[in-house]
């Protein structure tokens, strides 16, 4: 695995959780867990671009994958 799908395998996983915890976790929850630093617009809006970087990262892992699984077709070589 290179270091590029290895990157956005944590990148993906970090954002994702953060992401996903700031955009549909309960304010009064964050607020008991001493989470509570920014207004609720300014976290939504915090965890939209958070998962939308992960989902960037996945689909940016795919198509490393999808270019290590599927092998190139050979050129056709001319003869002399």
Do not use: H, N, Q
């Amino acid at each position: 695995m290179s270091k590029a799908a290895v990157w956005s395998v944590i990148v993906a996983f970090a954002a994702g959780i953060i992401g996903s915890i700031l955009t549909f976790v309960e304010p009064r929850l964050l607020a008991a867990a001493g989470l509570d630093v920014l207004t609720a617009s300014d976290r939504i809006l915090i965890g939209v671009l958070l998962l939308i970087i992960a989902a960037v990262a996945v689909y940016k892992l795919l198509t490393l994958v999808w270019e290590y699984e599927v092998p190139k077709k050979p050129s056709k070589s001319r003869k002399r």
